[in-house]
């Protein structure tokens, strides 16, 4: 994949994530893409050596988008906890 294809690619994933997982992490748009790309690779990453599904490559293979979201919400409950205030 292309480096356009990995953020298109995680810009949807983690916009999926942040709606199935909504809560009050900080950052916009650019954190979405960041935490979404982050999240697709670990998502490969969980594929590959885990499940051993393959790794996130195709844009329409629904495996793909199982393991990018995953991560995705992986990597956004983990930046969640990170950046989360104490009271």
């Known amino acids: 994949m292309g480096i356009l294809t ?5 810009l949807i994933a983690g916009a ?3 709606m199935i997982m909504p809560g009050t992490q900080g950052g916009g748009w650019l954190i979405t893409i960041i935490l979404g790309i982050v999240g697709a690779f670990i998502g490969g990453a969980i ?7 393959g790794d996130v490559t195709s844009f329409w293979n629904p495996r793909s988008w199982i393991l990018a979201i995953g991560g995705a919400l992986i990597i956004l409950w983990i ?3 990170a950046t989360k205030k104490s009271s």
């Open 6 to 10: 990995w953020i298109l690619f995680g």
């Open 16 to 18: 999926i994530a942040k």
């Open 47 to 53: 594929g590959v050596y885990i499940l051993h599904w």
């Open 79 to 81: 930046y969640g906890m």
